[in-house]
């Protein structure tokens, strides 16, 4: 009875660790999206409301998805922190800090530090237009994303309890 239940513990172990592996790939298109919302935001509120960019960037944090608040968040902190830094600075701070607590990928993060380049540094209308390009660039990202949740999430399910079945096996 003692090992039958050691056996049951190791599967739901496996199973759990796989479920956790894979909880990043379904994580992936969601941050994905709330970062799409947040450009949007951003767009709109450079685009139209003509509002600088820190301030831009702290309404942005206001009503963005919380999974990505925090980065526009730390990027409008460090532009408030730091009279004459660019947007490009802040980004990358704002990228460097928050990154690690966030499921994107280096492309992911890169069409953002890319867009920085443009932001605070040129007229309203190039601003919009890379704000534009960069919400495509997340758009395919997020295609991916999509893609590779279906796949890997399963796959990775199913691998975390056959690999605690297989181990429970071994051990018995």
């Avoid at 039958?4 to 479920?19: E, S, T």
């Avoid at 942005?60 to 660019?86: C, I, Q, S, W, Y």
């Avoid at 919009?128 to 660039?137: D, K, M, N, Q, S």
Wanted: with cysteine; net charge positive; charged share 20%.
């Amino acid at each position: 009875m003692l090992k039958l239940l050691g056996a049951g513990m190791v599967v739901l172990a496996g199973g759990l660790a796989g479920m956790q592996a894979g909880k990043s790939y379904a994580r992936r298109p969601v941050e994905i999206r709330a970062l799409m919302g947040a450009l949007l935001l951003l767009q709109t509120e450079i685009g139209y409301a003509l509002a600088p960019l820190g301030e831009a960037l702290e309404k942005v944090a206001a009503r963005a998805d919380p999974a990505v608040a925090p980065l526009f968040a730390r990027a409008a902190a460090f532009l408030r922190e730091n009279p004459g830094a660019t947007g490009a600075e802040a980004l990358a701070a704002a990228v460097g800090a928050t990154s690690p607590k966030l499921s994107l990928r280096e492309e992911d993060l890169a069409a953002l530090r890319d867009l920085g380049a443009a932001l605070g540094n040129s007229d309203r209308e190039d601003q919009v237009r890379h704000l534009a390009l960069a919400l495509e660039r997340l758009r395919v990202a997020g295609a991916a994303a999509e893609a590779d949740a279906r796949r890997y999430v399963r796959l990775w399910n199913t691998l975390g309890f056959c690999g605690g079945l297989g181990l429970a096996i071994l051990l018995s």
